[in-house]
Every structure is written in structure tokens, then in C-alpha cells.
């Protein structure tokens, strides 16, 4: 286990989870709420970040971090990716 930073609330915590004990709730809650999006939209539909914002409340900086993981990588259009 490493000792990391938090990205939700900038606590440093000692687990192998990606966010800390406090945040690990809201953390679910927003990816939960990201595949609902992907479900009902389509990821056709789902290429702009700032969009995806907005109609979920989940902010930018999170979903960047969300679209970054195995899960979502392949969400959004990346030239590198086919
Ligand atoms: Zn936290």
C-alpha cells in the first residue's frame, strides 16, 4: 500500500483505494451516476466533458479522473485510439 493524496478533498490517507474513507461514498455515487449517463445518452453522446458536468453534478476535475480509468477509457473519441 502506498501513502496518497486524495483527489476529492486533498486529504492524505493509506489504502488502496483511490480516494479516501470519507470520500469513498460521493466517489461511488458519481461513478454510478456516470455509467446512468453513458446508459441513457450513449457514448456517441458523451464527448464533451463539460457537458457530462453539467447534467450529472459531477465536477470536471473527477470526471477526468474517471474517463482516465479502464472502465471509461473508451468513452470518449481519442485520435490515438481506434
Ligand atoms: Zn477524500
Known sequence: MEFKKCP??????????????ACKTNENLDIQKLRNYIDLNGTENCQNVQQISIDTGINTKNLNRYLGTAEFSGILNKDSKK
Open 8 to 21: 476529492r478533498c486533498g486529504n492524505f490517507f493509506h489504502s488502496d483505494l483511490e480516494v479516501c474513507q
